[in-house]
């Protein structure tokens, strides 16, 4: 039977040797503990792309949009709201294809929307005559 050298502290039986020591330096190879020193210079690249402003940009059917959603049928609305967004965000990145498909969209679904509430509200008018 092979006996381990241990010493006794507060009662405890402790190896004869000591663990290894923490390590607390950064390896190179972690990119996550090396961080820029301060001064070091930082190199940032920025792409920019200089976009034509579009001359007379179709309509967004924003506001009309977003009446059709509060006042008439909102799944449809919220529908025409978000084709509406999309109208400007083409505009400014200046695809006019994008933007006068999504207008054209934006104004169905508007119109879908109002007609959709309008034949809601008449039968639940019809609905209460008759009922009573």
Same mark, same amino acid.
């Given at each position: 039977?092979?006996? /381990?050298?241990?010493?006794?502290?507060?009662?405890e039986?402790?190896?004869?040797?000591?663990p290894? *020591?923490? /390590?607390?330096?950064?390896?190179?190879?972690? @990119?996550?503990?090396? &961080?820029?020193?301060?001064?070091?210079? &930082?190199?940032i690249? =920025?792409?920019?792309?200089?976009?034509? @402003?579009?001359?007379?940009? *179709?309509?967004?059917?924003?506001? *009309?949009s977003?009446?059709? +959603?509060?006042?008439? +049928?909102?799944?449809?609305?919220? =529908?025409?709201?978000?084709? %509406?967004?999309?109208?400007? $965000?083409?505009?400014? =990145?200046?695809? !006019? @294809?994008r933007? /006068? $498909?999504?207008? !054209?969209?934006?104004? $169905?679904?508007?119109?879908?929307?109002?007609?959709?509430?309008i034949i809601?509200?008449?039968?639940?008018?019809?609905? $209460? =005559?008759? %009922?009573?």
């Amino acid at each position: 039977m092979s006996e /381990e050298k241990a010493s006794l502290v507060d009662g405890e039986r402790q190896p004869a040797y000591a663990p290894p *020591p923490y /390590e607390a330096t950064p390896t190179p190879q972690d @990119p996550v503990k090396t &961080q820029p020193v301060a001064g070091q210079a &930082q190199v940032i690249h =920025v792409h920019q792309h200089h976009v034509m @402003p579009m001359h007379d940009p *179709p309509p967004d059917f924003l506001i *009309p949009s977003i009446l059709a +959603c509060i006042f008439c +049928c909102w799944p449809l609305g919220l =529908v025409a709201i978000v084709k %509406a967004l999309d109208v400007r $965000n083409a505009v400014v =990145v200046g695809d !006019r @294809p994008r933007a /006068e $498909n999504a207008s !054209r969209m934006a104004k $169905n679904f508007t119109v879908a929307a109002v007609v959709c509430g309008i034949i809601i509200i008449l039968l639940s008018i019809i609905i $209460n =005559v008759v %009922a009573d």
